[in-house]
């Protein structure tokens, strides 16, 4: 049983498909299997006032994997391979962010996440993956187990994620193109942004919720996220 001293996770959820709010159980089992307590939060348009209160009051953020960001968030028009947008997630969701940072809370970004996070904070997206170059990053049909490497810079929060594991999953046909006011700070083999980071705050690009049931070490961000690690 969680004491009551567990921290509080926050994590928002969109409608995926359409007609539900949905959440992969693996953020919710990673946040529990490092003591903390998962709180899930339905994006609700009308209710996001409400919802913000609730998610700030939590001990920590997490901004899970999902949809696409809509492109209008970054003063571009969106690509014909955007989809599953979701508007009212992708409100709550920098509201969230941006309030968990003023309040020195922190906040781990996975997949969808990650992007949201250099959204809110002035960056850009590669809309389509191919369509910029970059190839062998949807890999659906091998979730959950590494399948390219990645570097990340010494003594980064990125590098702790790791945990000296080198290589991850990769489902995503979109990524980071521009990090805004946080920093670069993982790369995979071919170039392409994994993690971004400042203090407090850490996005990463794969998926180490789908990761840790055959090796423990991708437990590291969650670790790191309920300040465990």
Not at 4 to 30: K, L, N
Not at 109 to 138: N, S
Not at 154 to 177: C, E, R
Request: net charge negative; aromatic share 6%.
């Amino acid at each position: 049983m969680p004491s009551r001293h567990s921290p509080v996770v926050a994590i928002v959820i969109g409608r995926e498909p359409a007609h539900r709010f949905s959440v992969h159980r693996g953020y919710v089992d990673a946040v529990a299997a490092v003591g903390g307590v998962p709180l899930v939060v339905p994006a609700v348009a009308p209710a996001h006032e409400q919802l913000l209160e609730t998610v700030a009051r939590a001990d920590a953020l997490l901004l899970s994997g999902g949809g696409d960001v809509d492109p209008l968030r970054y003063a571009h028009t969106s690509a014909p391979e955007v989809d599953e947008v979701d508007p009212a997630r992708d409100t709550l969701e920098i509201w969230s962010y941006l309030a968990a940072r003023e309040r020195g809370r922190r906040v781990l970004g996975i997949c969808r996440g990650v992007q949201v996070m250099a959204v809110a904070a002035g960056g850009k997206l590669h809309q389509h993956l191919p369509a910029a170059g970059f190839d062998g990053h949807w890999i659906l049909d091998r979730e959950h187990e590494p399948v390219h490497a990645v570097t990340a810079d010494a003594g980064t929060a990125a590098s702790v994620a790791l945990a000296g594991a080198g290589k991850v999953n990769s489902i995503h046909h979109q990524a980071v193109l521009d990090p805004g006011e946080l920093r670069a700070t993982a790369w995979s083999d071919d170039g392409l942004i994994e993690a971004v980071e400042s203090d407090g705050a850490l996005g990463v690009q794969w998926h180490p919720e789908r990761l840790f049931d055959s090796d423990a070490r991708h437990l590291a961000p969650f670790e790191w996220l309920v300040g465990s690690g």
